[in-house]
């Protein structure tokens, strides 16, 4: 396959410096953005100085940034874009920043990225589009104009998604719950299991809100690299590309107090939890339906024990 000049903006999270990672790792060029909002320069460590990546400490706020990275790299093809304002909590109080951030200027490089011919763009959607959505496993259809969003980072979500949908160039993939190593354990969003894992090396019991009856779909960072790659027809098996709104995740449905368990086993913690109080606005269940995506030839290739473990393993060396 010819190696591509690839955009990542949010290079310095967890997903992106996994994306990014593995896009060195196949021989393509990496343009790295991130004002480390909420990443960090030492999620970068592993290809900071490989001759395949160059980072920019900017915002994507800033005007007219993909038109000057254009320029700087003629052949920039592919646009990851997974910068964001990621917490929940946060955009509730932030709403007219997370509009910006996580709709506007998506808009704009959306439309940038279409003006300039750059051939795939790909949106980091999200299962928060979906509102509370009761209907299981949840379609990617659900999420119409009349969902209620819980909050603006679902709704900045959903919006950008549509936009991306509707227009006919590039995607948006909705993922559900990701983990994996180099997730932060104090994010207040999907950060469950990095919290679990937190608690279990520091030998605390797990606090779970609720009777645990909870469940998400979760799914293993390395399958979401692999999504991205689909998306973009850069996978080394030729699958893909991909253009539209597709959910990403395992199908599974995996409970909140199985989870505790199996953090509590694999880390020796202590398996008696700390029950508390339900927290208002937690929805109860949330499963993909993972069927348009699957047409394309993805399935998860990491179980949740291994992932498990992995991110466990990760954790105690970090
Ligand atoms: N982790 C999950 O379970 C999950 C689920 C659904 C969707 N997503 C989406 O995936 C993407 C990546 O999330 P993540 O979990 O890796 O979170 P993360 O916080 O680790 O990564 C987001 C990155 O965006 C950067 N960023 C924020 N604002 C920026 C700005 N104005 N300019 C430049 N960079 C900026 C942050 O510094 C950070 O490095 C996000 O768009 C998120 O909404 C994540």
Not at 244 to 257: D, R
Not at 281 to 306: T, Y
Request: hydrophobic letters at 35%; a negative charge.
């Amino acid at each position: 396959m010819k190696s591509k000049v690839c955009l990542v903006t949010g290079c310095a999270g967890f997903i992106g410096s996994h994306l990014t990672q593995r896009l060195i790792d196949l021989g393509h060029f990496v343009v790295g953005v991130d004002n480390l909002f909420t990443g960090y320069v030492h999620n970068m460590k592993g290809f900071a100085d490989h001759p395949n990546f160059k980072f920019h400490e900017v915002s994507i706020l800033d005007e007219g940034l993909l038109e000057s990275l254009k320029a700087d790299y003629p052949e920039l093809d592919v646009v990851y874009h997974l910068a964001a304002i990621v917490s929940v909590p946060y955009s509730v109080d932030h709403p007219e920043l997370t509009m910006n951030t996580n709709f506007e200027a998506t808009k704009k490089m959306h439309k940038s990225a279409k003006d300039l011919g750059i051939t795939q763009f790909v949106f980091a959607g999200s299962a928060a589009e979906y509102g509370n959505e009761e209907r299981l496993p949840v379609r990617e259809e659900y999420a119409t104009d009349l969902v209620e969003h819980v909050s603006p980072y679902g709704t900045a979500k959903y919006k950008s998604s549509s936009l991306i949908g509707n227009s006919g160039y590039g995607c948006s993939l909705r993922f559900f719950n990701i983990f994996g190593p180099r997730q932060d354990p104090t994010s207040q969003y999907s950060g469950v299991i990095s919290r679990f894992v937190d608690f279990g090396l520091a030998g605390k019991k797990m606090v779970i809100f609720g009777n645990g009856e909870q469940s998400r779909d979760f799914l293993y960072v390395s399958d979401v690299v692999d999504s991205y790659l689909i998306a973009t027809g850069l996978d080394p098996q030729g699958r893909g590309p991909l253009c539209g709104i597709y959910n990403v995740g395992t199908g599974i449905g995996i409970s909140i107090l199985q989870l505790a368990k199996s953090v509590a086993k694999l880390t020796a913690a202590p398996t008696e939890i700390n029950f508390q109080p339900t927290r208002a606005g937690d929805i109860k269940h949330s499963r993909a339906d993972v069927s348009k995506m699957s047409k394309s030839g993805f399935s998860p290739q990491v179980s949740f024990e291994e992932g498990l473990t992995k991110t466990i393993e990760w954790a105690k060396s970090s």
